[in-house]
């Protein structure tokens, strides 16, 4: 079943006058459950792709639809509330806030949601275990490793249940070793919990954990 779908996208920047086109056409079709990587040289346009499709971006011209809704037609409000409910991040940076704990910095989203803590306490725990951080869960940030780091950030993108999680260049700040665990983890997400991934990457190594590759040249498919 297709989760998401693009439809004749653009995509240019316009800085004082000077029109610089990111995306050129492009036509695609995202499987539900399936673990997707996006790549392409720098300035190709494929963290520009990733945006559009998850709504963080507005398309020049053309559609995004997500089952079957197009984002472009949405208010600000639903756009936002779907993002929130229905669409997880994952960044290159980890962007925690170094004050909260792991479970505080995970819940967060819940928390500006208004949802009271005994709604989301089985759901923390089961995303704790999923992240195998559960004897983490009181630590801050600073005592933790970069790859434990961006655990708590996909724990963060995971706990209200999205239904895709865009990842842009989760491992680009990470060793080999502890950015080959965020990709198996990943994997684990798509693979056994049914969840759509969309990760950008300019690795070919990280790209050899999806199931299939988009290759963007110049904002157009390859």
């Given at each position: 079943?297709?989760?998401?779908?693009a439809?004749?996208?653009y995509?240019?920047?316009?800085?004082?006058?000077?029109?610089?086109?990111?995306?050129?056409?492009?036509?695609?079709?995202?499987?539900?459950g399936?673990?997707?990587?996006?790549?392409?040289?720098?300035?190709?346009g494929?963290?520009?792709?990733?945006?559009?499709?998850?709504?963080?971006?507005?398309?020049?011209?053309?559609?995004?639809?997500f089952e079957?809704?197009?984002?472009?037609?949405?208010?600000?409000n639903?756009?936002?509330l779907i993002r929130r409910k229905?669409?997880?991040?994952?960044f290159?940076?980890?962007?925690?806030?170094?004050?909260?704990?792991?479970?505080?910095?995970?819940?967060?989203?819940?928390?500006?949601?208004?949802?009271?803590?005994k709604?989301?306490?089985?759901s923390?725990?089961?995303?704790?275990?999923t992240?195998g951080?559960?004897?983490?869960?009181?630590?801050?940030?600073y005592?933790?490793?970069?790859g434990q780091?961006?655990?708590?950030?996909?724990?963060?993108?995971?706990?209200?249940?999205?239904?895709?999680i865009?990842?842009?260049?989760?491992?680009?700040n990470?060793?080999?070793?502890?950015?080959?665990?965020v990709?198996?983890l990943?994997?684990?997400?798509?693979?056994?919990?049914g969840k759509t991934?969309?990760?950008?990457?300019?690795?070919?190594y990280?790209?050899?954990f999806?199931?299939?590759t988009i290759?963007i040249?110049d904002?157009?498919?390859?």
């Amino acid at each position: 079943m297709t989760i998401l779908r693009a439809v004749d996208l653009y995509k240019d920047f316009n800085s004082e006058g000077n029109i610089t086109k990111v995306l050129n056409n492009i036509k695609l079709e995202i499987e539900e459950g399936k673990f997707i990587s996006i790549m392409g040289q720098s300035g190709s346009g494929k963290s520009t792709l990733l945006y559009v499709l998850s709504g963080l971006e507005k398309p020049t011209t053309g559609n995004v639809f997500f089952e079957d809704k197009d984002l472009s037609m949405l208010s600000d409000n639903k756009l936002s509330l779907i993002r929130r409910k229905s669409f997880g991040f994952v960044f290159q940076f980890y962007n925690l806030i170094p004050t909260l704990t792991v479970e505080e910095n995970i819940t967060l989203p819940l928390e500006l949601d208004g949802v009271k803590k005994k709604q989301y306490k089985e759901s923390l725990d089961n995303v704790l275990s999923t992240i195998g951080l559960s004897d983490k869960r009181k630590s801050f940030p600073y005592q933790l490793s970069g790859g434990q780091q961006q655990r708590v950030a996909i724990g963060r993108a995971l706990i209200t249940d999205p239904k895709i999680i865009f990842a842009d260049e989760p491992t680009g700040n990470l060793d080999s070793k502890t950015g080959e665990e965020v990709l198996q983890l990943l994997k684990k997400l798509s693979a056994e919990k049914g969840k759509t991934v969309l990760m950008v990457t300019h690795d070919n190594y990280a790209a050899s954990f999806t199931d299939t590759t988009i290759y963007i040249k110049d904002g157009k498919i390859v």
